[in-house]
């Protein structure tokens, strides 16, 4: 009996000292040069072991993990190194948690929507960011990406600058047709947007 119970304690150390980490940034730079090489497989296998240990992380380190997760995932679909079936279930589990995006320059023009934050009004009249993050070479769409601010915007002080947007995945809208032309939409509420200045 108290071997067993020794031995229950150990594994709840464990269990509660993984589970209590938090991705550095350290960790977050590791990912950096597979996303470079487009070597999506590898950022894909790394974000997911970082995800998989710290799930009580609610860091802004852990919310661009998770984007980097979702991005890795959509650009395998287009490289045949995924299903869209297996990238709806790794895409989903993300729903209602923090994300935050890469920093991309903010433009007026729509056709620089390509890795770029672009602001426009919505239905309401209620100002939006959208991106459009694609591959290097800009012939697959890996991500839609929607933000609804959280607060007043005013485009004068974003437009020429780089700006981070992130907030809540609110929604996730994968390619119906299952085409590669473009893989997933995805809906952000309670967003922000702010300047950042190169490290």
């Known amino acids: ?3 067993l119970m020794l031995s229950f ?4 150390i464990f269990a509660t000292s993984s589970f209590g980490q938090t991705i550095t940034y ?17 950022a894909y296998e790394k974000t997911s072991k970082l995800l998989s240990t710290t799930t009580n992380d609610n860091s802004d380190i852990r919310g661009m993990v998770t984007y980097m997760n979702i991005f890795s995932a959509a650009a395998m679909v287009t490289l045949d190194q995924m299903t ?3 990238f709806e279930k790794v895409v989903t589990n993300y729903k209602g948690q923090y994300i ?5 320059p903010c433009v007026e023009r ?6 770029s934050l672009q602001l426009s009004k919505n239905e309401d009249g209620k100002l939006q960011g959208m991106t459009i993050s694609a591959n290097t070479n800009k012939t697959s769409i890996f991500c839609f990406e929607y933000f609804d601010y959280a607060g007043n915007i005013d485009p004068n002080e974003l ?3 780089t700006i981070r947007c992130g907030g809540v995945l609110k929604s996730i809208e994968v390619n119906p047709n ?15 947007a702010r300047p950042i200045t190169p490290r």
Request: proline share 4%; hydrophobic share 45%; aromatic share 12%.
């Open 110 to 115: 729509e056709g620089e929507a390509f890795n």
């Open 84 to 86: 869209f079936d297996e």
């Open 26 to 42: 350290e960790n977050f730079r590791e990912i950096i040069p597979f996303l470079q090489q487009e070597d999506f497989k590898s």
């Open 159 to 161: 437009i020429g600058k």
């Open 100 to 104: 935050v995006m890469p920093a991309h």
């Open 9 to 12: 304690l150990a594994s709840l």
């Open 178 to 192: 299952k085409s590669k032309i473009w893989v997933v939409r995805l809906r952000v509420s309670n967003a922000f």
């Open 1 to 3: 009996m108290t071997k």
